[in-house]
């Protein structure tokens, strides 16, 4: 997938189908999760609690889709860092079905301590992961 260093296959399930047959509107942001909690794991053995003595929070996210998606569809979702801030990245999302572009979208994510329930700066180990797989800097 053009533009980005990660990929991961993902088949839909029965649980990701609303009503209209097709996939939930919010399946689509598990999707997203399910891909950037595989993203982190390859970036250093990662997870969303853990990027460095913190975790990550998610204040925003958008989603565009761009053509139905049904059980059993394999996906292929590409995840990278767009931008990366002190306190902050933004994760960007592809989802593809045999090439065609079903679906994207951008994710806001914070460095956020759980314990004192505050943002805080990314880690530095953390950045240079992201900097060393994505070339940001």
Do not use: W
């Amino acid at each position: 997938m053009e533009g980005f260093q990660f990929t991961t296959a993902y088949q839909v399930r029965i649980s990701d189908i609303n009503y209209g047959n097709h996939v939930a509107n919010s399946a689509v942001l598990n999707f997203f999760q399910d891909a950037r909690i595989r993203y982190l794991k390859q970036l250093g053995n990662f997870s969303e609690l853990d990027i460095g003595g913190c975790g990550i929070i998610l204040p925003e996210a958008n989603v565009k889709y761009r053509a139905e998606m049904f059980l059993a569809d394999e996906l292929e979702i590409g995840v990278r860092v767009t931008e990366m801030g002190r306190s902050s990245v933004t994760m960007s999302y592809r989802i593809e079905r045999n090439g065609e572009l079903t679906a994207e979208g951008t994710t806001a994510l914070i460095a956020f301590d759980y314990t004192a329930r505050k943002a805080r700066r990314l880690p530095q180990p953390f950045k240079q992961a992201i900097n060393a797989l994505e070339e940001l800097e």
